[in-house]
């Protein structure tokens, strides 16, 4: 059974720092494109990043740029996500996700979904 489990969320204060961890199984994810995704309550899951296969390249929405950075351990089938000066905005549910091919921003591209892990970011 091929799965994806994100960890690492919590509660945590504006301006601190977070690592998320999506590690697979089931299969290799190694020539795929890893993603995250963000949702709030009454919201679309927005794209947050993304990184290819070989680790080579990432992108980024506008609103984490500079401040979130993806990173993946082929060897571990695992993609991180380290968040940096956290802001209350930043709050939701995140999710890791993971495509054949290059980046894309559009949920209905990624074939295989994790379950998701809270990101509270208190004021």
């Known amino acids: 059974q091929v799965q994806l489990v994100e960890s690492g969320g919590g509660l945590v204060q504006a301006g601190d720092s977070l690592r998320l961890s999506c590690a697979a199984s089931g299969r290799t994810f190694n020539s795929y494109t890893r993603g995250w995704f963000r949702q709030t309550p009454g919201k679309e899951r927005e794209f947050v990043g993304a990184?290819?296969?070989?680790?080579?390249?990432?992108a980024y929405s506008d609103s984490v740029k500079g401040r979130f950075t993806i990173s993946r351990d082929n060897a571990k089938n695992t993609v991180y996500l380290q968040m940096s000066s956290l802001k209350p905005e930043d709050t939701a549910v995140y999710y890791c996700?993971?495509?054949?091919?290059?980046?894309?921003?559009?949920?209905?591209?990624?074939?295989?979904w994790g379950q998701g892990t809270q990101v509270t970011v208190s004021s």
């Open positions: 996700a993971a495509r054949r091919g290059g980046v894309r921003i559009r949920t209905a591209e990624y074939e295989y």
């Open positions: 990184i290819t296969s070989s680790g080579g390249s990432t």
